[in-house]
């Protein structure tokens, strides 16, 4: 990958090959011809650029209405920025506005590529940036958060991409054990035979039907003590992230047909997001304690699936009967649930690509929210939005919890012969795992893991949605 260096200058360095300049709709350009303008087609809508010729060139950066100058709209105009500008070494910037995370943000995603495997694929030249501002502590750390929060969700793309049978359980595991040691991080490995002793029987029920052993990673960040006598200790609040981490999903025995597996490598954003998120926590001073669980495997009809019918016992106890060896990410999650509840934290998330259902409902660009405790789900609301990954509350009515009775066990995990409510049905069996009383929120994110094009800051492939509205929500308290 590219690397993209970034430099607090008073005015363009010599050498600079593209000077670029924002530009508001409805406030273009005086010297400019106005038929030469409307042959362009530029008209300073977000993340329009329009190259002028010399030496260097002139880049017009289409930013939107003034009045309309936020977070989001810098954002995309970075990003479009990032996309035609591509093949320069030395640009210089003039920034559009005095918060520069943005800006460096939605350049990093918008310029993302994942070259994968292709041998004969052209690596973008190395850029270095002068941005044209003063040099001051509060630009510096713009800079440096912006750089760390688009890393973070690069790193989740980037797990996402990864085909499937390259990005195993054990190689996600061993991945998150090298992130975590430059993190700042405490990571645990637990190998099939630790989830079996520690009863983790939905990991273990998913997991057997594929040749490659499950994997749960545990994480953890500790916000630093006071730094001097005197200084206030920080805040004592801790929250839990659970990540559905399905490397690979063929269905396990209710197999899915060709055209739905061709995205199913990616039905580990969750845990992707939550590796993603914890990264960055000490770079940008999270306030707050973080425990990250990752359950980690395949849902394959090999070796010794689940049947249907099967009953699987669960970490607290309870019982499963199978009614859909697909719908398994409720399985692990159901267990990692237990896991991070029995240590109390003051509040539990869980992100996961979990169900069609979610998608269909809010298509491909708002995530599904769901939660036991409104000020939570609130907050990861809020978060979402300042982020520019939405999300939108859905209900979880009582009313439908018996949908999730057996005649043999102690619940079903999924319930035959209902096209209706079923992502409310997956948050409701979520729930039955979570303490009574604990604050808990769920975010679906299936319809948002993956884009079909390059949208914004997003690009085509994994989005990586769901990091930078953790680090949003953590950094700010929680």
């Known amino acids: ?3 993209v260096e970034w430099r607090l200058r008073p005015e363009p360095a010599a050498g600079v090959e593209a000077v670029v300049l924002p530009v508001h709709a409805g406030e273009l350009p005086p010297s400019l011809s106005p038929v030469f303008l409307a042959g362009s087609g530029f008209t300073g809508a977000v993340g329009q650029s329009l190259q002028l010729p010399g030496d260097p060139v002139t880049v017009l950066l289409g930013c939107g209405p003034r009045g309309e100058l936020d977070r989001a709209a810098v954002r995309g105009a970075a990003a479009g920025l990032a996309r035609a500008v591509r093949g320069y070494r030395r640009l ?19 310029g993302y590529r994942f ?17 044209l501002a003063a040099d001051r502590p509060e630009a510096r750390s713009g800079l440096f958060a912006g750089r760390r929060l688009g890393e973070a969700v690069l790193l989740a793309r980037d797990l996402v991409n990864e085909p499937g049978g390259e990005l195993t359980p054990r190689r996600f595991a061993e991945r998150a054990v090298e992130v975590a040691a430059g993190s700042g991080l405490e990571c645990e490995v637990w190998d099939a035979d630790r989830i079996a002793a520690e009863r983790l029987g939905g990991l273990l029920g998913v997991g057997r039907g594929s040749l490659q052993p499950p994997r749960l990673v545990r994480l953890g960040y500790r916000p630093p003590r006071a730094a001097r006598p005197g200084q206030a200790a920080r805040s004592a609040r801790r929250i839990a992230l659970v990540g559905k981490g399905v490397t690979f999903d063929a269905g396990g025995l209710s197999l899915k047909p060709n055209a739905q597996l061709v995205d199913m490598k990616a039905d580990m954003a969750g845990a992707a997001a939550v590796l993603g998120a914890m990264s960055v926590l000490a770079d940008l ?25 099967d009953v699987l016992r669960m970490r607290d106890g309870r019982t499963v009967e199978i009614r859909n060896a697909d719908a398994e990410g409720r399985l692990i999650l159901a267990d990692a649930l237990v896991l991070a509840g029995e240590s109390r934290p003051d509040a539990i998330i869980d992100i996961a690509t979990l169900t069609d259902a979610a998608a269909v409902a809010l298509g491909r660009r708002i995530a599904a929210l769901m939660g036991t405790d409104p000020a939570l789900t609130g907050r990861l609301q809020a978060a979402g939005t300042r982020a520019g990954e939405p999300n939108w509350p859905l209900p979880l009515p009582d009313v439908y919890r018996g949908r999730l009775n057996s005649g043999v ?38 319809g948002t893991a993956l884009s079909d094009t390059d949208d914004g800051e997003w690009t085509a492939g994994a989005t990586g949605f769901g990091v930078r509205t953790l680090v949003e929500l953590l950094t700010s308290g929680g």
């Open 285 to 309: 001073g999270c306030p707050v304690a973080v425990d990250g669980w990752l359950p980690l495997t395949e849902n394959m009809p090999n070796a010794d699936p689940a049947r249907i019918g």
């Open 92 to 110: 210089a910037l003039r920034p559009p506005s005095a918060d520069l995370g943005p800006l460096v943000e939605g350049y990093l995603l918008g």
């Open 409 to 446: 066990a102690d619940l079903v995990n999924y319930t035959i012969g209902t096209r209706h409510g079923t992502a409310l049905l997956a948050g409701l069996f979520l729930r039955e795992f979570v303490p009574a009383g604990l604050p808990w929120a769920h975010l679906d994110i299936q």
């Open 1 to 3: 990958m590219s690397v």
């Open 115 to 131: 070259a994968g495997y292709r041998t004969a694929a052209a690596e973008p030249p190395d850029q270095r940036i002068d941005v």
